[in-house]
């Protein structure tokens, strides 16, 4: 089945440790994202990617970084420098930049203790 | 911030019709709207989008307001199982999904 997939879907890590969130599709789509939510709250977008080997700093983009070498892939990277990680983070990807739906992966909770 | 006001929550018994309002009063001449829906702690989920026209899927229905400043979302027998918090968006028909989801209505359907 097509769909995008991230894992795992609860995650636990030391404060001052860097993590690596995992997120793949199987869809062709061209164009993927990552945001944040914290409770109660909407979504904020973190960093996007139109095309492979490309990306851009949304509206939250500090502490965190991403890579885009395959098409599949897009991983979020929650740094040290991020001061407050904990949060339900969520990977979603679309066909690309015009009219289009956008679709969602089921959401990485971190934890930071 | 986001581009679209919502009220923070709504009722509606099952099997009526759920209406979610949407102000969207400085949307562009290019942008859609869009409804998803985010059952608590999974991914949001897409319903529907226009620009100006009505649409209806086998989800939802959309109205638009003529002035495109206002929409509704109509889920025309609500289940239980769509007690969800509903995001309306605005975006463009470029530049990819880069648009803000403000905090959305959270439905409660009650049996």
């Known amino acids: 089945d097509g769909g995008i997939t991230q894992s795992p879907k609860y995650l636990f890590r030391k404060e001052g440790q860097n993590v690596t969130l995992s997120c793949e599709q199987n869809l062709n789509h061209d164009a993927m994202y990552w945001y944040r939510q914290d409770p109660g709250q909407g979504l904020r977008l973190i960093y996007y990617?139109?095309?492979?080997?490309?990306?851009q700093k949304g509206d939250i983009a500090e502490g965190y970084s991403v890579s885009r070498e395959k098409k599949e892939s897009f991983p979020l990277t929650v740094t040290s420098a991020q001061k407050n990680p904990t949060a339900f983070y969520l990977c979603?990807?679309?066909?690309?930049?015009?009219?289009?739906?956008?679709?969602f992966g089921q959401g990485t909770r971190l934890t930071v203790v | 911030d986001a581009k679209t006001t919502q009220p923070p929550s709504m009722d509606c018994a099952e099997g009526r019709a759920a209406n979610l309002p949407c102000n969207h009063s400085t949307i562009s001449g290019n942008e859609y709207v869009y409804w998803y829906r985010q059952i608590h702690s999974q991914g949001p989920q897409y319903i529907i989008h226009?620009?100006?026209n009505n649409e209806t899927n086998e989800m939802a229905s959309l109205i638009i307001t003529e002035d495109r400043k206002s929409s509704t979302l109509i889920l025309p027998h609500a289940t239980l199982r769509d007690t969800a918090v509903y995001y309306c968006i605005v975006r463009a028909n470029t530049g990819g999904f880069k648009t803000i989801f403000g905090a959305g209505t959270r439905l409660f359907v009650k049996a």
């Open positions: 979603a990807s679309s066909i690309g930049t015009l009219n289009t739906e956008a679709f």
């Open positions: 226009g620009l100006k």
């Open positions: 990617s139109q095309i492979v080997n490309d990306f």
